[in-house]
């Protein structure tokens, strides 16, 4: 299926304002800065796989194997928009440190 560009922009947008915000708002509640960098992999895990999470722990080689055939055929698109969610989530680590660096406390 071919996604037009008009909404591959849109796409992208909004996954980089969409984890921007949830990074941002994480950050200033557990005041950890890199807290959803470090999360966002596991959310594209859940994401893009179509395992039951239990299945990682009963029948580990053939859910990682699945997985790993799913991120191998992601088309440019998604990973383009996966890859803006990251860069948001990455965004809202540094401004939040920018912030505390200029003397804004957050909670």
Not at 2 to 14: A, E, F, K, T
Not at 35 to 40: F, G, H, L
Request: glycine share 6%.
């Amino acid at each position: 299926m071919q996604m037009s560009i008009v909404v591959l922009i849109i796409s992208i947008v909004l996954f980089f304002v969409l984890f921007f915000g949830i990074g941002f708002i994480l950050n200033m509640l557990l005041r950890m800065s890199w807290v959803m960098a470090i999360v966002y992999p596991i959310v594209a895990i859940f994401i893009v796989d179509k395992v039951e999470f239990v299945e990682y722990f009963t029948n580990t080689k053939s859910a990682f194997h699945d997985l790993w055939t799913r991120f191998s055929s992601l088309a440019t698109a998604d990973i383009l928009i996966l890859i803006s969610g990251l860069a948001g989530a990455i965004a809202a680590g540094f401004t939040i440190k920018l912030l505390r660096k200029s003397g804004y406390q957050m909670f």
